[in-house]
């Protein structure tokens, strides 16, 4: 497959071999991995709780998310780059691992659910701002966000298993 | 007994026994302790960003610690009694290494940092005359703040040491 070809090619990259052959490079990375996801769900746990009905440091959703997005995006970013840089050093492996596989759909479908509720509900935020309880369809946003970004990590730990018993 | 002998003891009783055999559970009981130290990350971030007077400084650093400490609380205790689990099923990866206690010694900083940073803010009788205790917020939230990112380096390190 063409695919695999390209997994291949990333393995082999001068990147990927530095980090297998540096005994610290994987936990070092690793390490900054968890710290990005704790910061990524952390903070969007908040919004979703939130959106859920319960208080946060925001009396009105709009400025919560304003407050807690920059944060979330950062993290994430940070997250992408160093789960990126964990993945080539093993590319073939990883992309075969289909809980790895699974993670990277949750994923999707996570970014799917936040971009639905920009283009739906947030675009009305102003009406229904500090109202508890926050209308339904912000309601179901902020369960499935919850639910899948749960699985995510749940996902990502199991990946680390199934490949090694760390 | 030493530590090395009780760790012995631990590992080989039934209770260690069946929690390693049980493949799925080390992983699931992981998972949970992810979970929790990111909802006590989330709730360290803006409070220790209030009290460090970084963000949403329009709202009183009490309404901000007041929603957030209870979270930080139940998020602890999970923590601990997932922790608790991970130690009986491999006594010898935790309690014979520096990485660990290094990690409890950490724990237990970022505990009473919180306790006497956060807590007094919930008493309505708490004035805001203590100078000294106002001064000394800003650089315990910071502190909080990298103790916890500590935490989490250690937590992973656990693995590798």
Not at chain 1, 93 to 100: D, L, S
Not at chain 2, 71 to 90: F, P
Request: glycine share 4%; charged share 15%; proline share 4%.
């Amino acid at each position: 497959m063409v695919l695999d070809t390209l997994f291949q090619r990333l393995h082999e990259t001068q990147v990927a071999s530095a980090i297998r052959e540096n005994a610290n490079a994987f936990p070092w990375i690793e390490s900054i991995h968890v710290l990005a996801i704790t910061l990524v769900f952390g903070t969007i746990v908040i919004v979703d709780l939130r959106m859920l009905g319960y208080a946060a440091h925001r009396r009105g959703l709009r400025r919560l998310i304003l407050d807690m997005l920059p944060f979330t995006w950062a993290a994430f970013a940070i997250a992408v780059v160093t789960g990126s840089l964990l993945f080539i050093s093993n590319a073939v492996t990883y992309a075969n691992n289909v809980q790895f596989q699974w993670k990277m759909l949750v994923i999707l479908a996570a970014g799917i659910n936040m971009a639905i509720f920009h283009m739906t509900a947030h675009r009305r935020i102003a009406d229904w701002d500090e109202a508890v309880p926050t209308p339904l369809s912000a309601r179901l946003s902020g369960a499935t966000s919850l639910a899948l970004w749960m699985v995510v990590i749940v996902l990502g730990r199991f990946v680390g298993f199934t490949l090694a018993p760390f | 007994m030493s530590v090395q002998t009780f760790d012995d003891w631990l590992y080989a009783t039934p209770l260690s026994t069946s929690i390693r055999e049980t493949g799925w559970l080390i992983p699931a009981v992981q998972s949970i302790h992810i979970l929790a130290i990111a909802i006590v990350i989330g709730s360290a971030l803006v409070s220790d960003l209030r009290l460090a007077g970084v963000l949403a400084t329009d709202e009183a650093p009490s309404t901000v610690v007041r929603r957030y400490l209870p979270w930080m609380w139940s998020a602890l205790l999970v923590l601990l009694l997932t922790g608790i689990v991970m130690i009986l099923a491999e006594p010898g990866r935790t309690l014979t290494n520096t990485v660990f206690w290094t990690k409890m010694l950490l724990v237990l900083s970022a505990f009473t940092l919180t306790l006497f940073f956060r807590k007094p803010l919930l008493d309505p009788q708490f004035r805001a005359d203590h100078r000294g205790w106002w001064r000394a917020t800003k650089p315990a939230a910071w502190s909080s703040l990298a103790v916890w990112v500590a935490i989490i380096f250690c937590g992973r390190w656990i693995a590798y040491t």
